[in-house]
């Protein structure tokens, strides 16, 4: 979480991602209902668990969330300040043939003046758990990688939920997609794209996505 900087500063509404072909952009997020959200989320490309001291680096200046946004945080803790809480959900890691299968993983839950973000991450989703405990967060946007939307399960789970945003993150940029996630974010938004009330996708550097 980071306040947005003079090189940020000039926002501008990414392109639907609804319908044939369109791409939004991957990177940085301003949800603002009126004045009262002031704060910009940067969403992270990475793939695999970062090293602990990588995190701890990442987050050391935003005060807070530094504590609660490394790998010991407690599954089911809740931190909140005025204006704001963390809800850490723990679920198992996305396997898909990779090493990070056993790795346990965190989502969090994230309640900004009332709007409600939940960061799925590389969840394996595919569970009973996981989907009961995503519907519970009764989330109004809800972050997927590219696996999770143009998956069944995961379209029935984002269709159970039914969040006021569906926005599809954790995508390469094109000079690191190796495994062709991009083309997948791309054809599975032109097939589910108008199943939701909005889906957006976060595909490139620094475009700003209003909610």
Avoid at 27 to 40: K, N, W
Avoid at 94 to 103: D, E, K, Q, T
Avoid at 117 to 146: G, Q, S, W, Y
Avoid at 175 to 197: C, E, M, Q, T, V
Wanted: glycine residues 10%; contains cysteine; aromatic residues 8%.
């Amino acid at each position: 979480m980071a306040r947005d900087d003079k090189n940020n500063a000039a926002c501008q509404r990414g392109p639907a991602a609804r319908g044939a072909g369109s791409e939004a952009a991957r990177g940085r997020a301003v949800f603002a209902p009126g004045a009262r959200l002031q704060r910009a989320f940067r969403a992270d490309a990475g793939f695999g668990p970062p090293r602990r001291g990588e995190l701890a680096e990442r987050y050391a200046a935003h005060g807070d969330l530094a504590e609660i946004l490394l790998p010991e945080t407690e599954p089911g803790q809740t931190v909140s300040r005025p204006g704001w809480s963390v809800e850490v959900i723990r679920t198992g890691h996305l396997a898909g043939g990779n090493a990070f299968g056993a790795v346990p993983h965190n989502c969090y839950l994230i309640d900004l003046f009332g709007v409600r973000l939940l960061i799925t991450a590389d969840a394996e989703f595919r569970v009973p758990k996981a989907a009961k405990a995503f519907c519970n967060a009764r989330a109004d946007v809800i972050f997927v990688n590219p696996v999770f939307f143009s998956n069944s399960v995961g379209q029935r789970i984002l269709r159970d939920c039914a969040p006021r945003l569906v926005c599809v993150y954790h995508v390469p940029f094109l000079k690191d997609d190796i495994g062709g996630l991009r083309r997948l974010a791309a054809g599975s938004l032109r097939r589910f794209g108008s199943a939701h009330n909005r889906v957006e996708a976060l595909m490139e550097e620094s475009q700003t996505l209003f909610y």
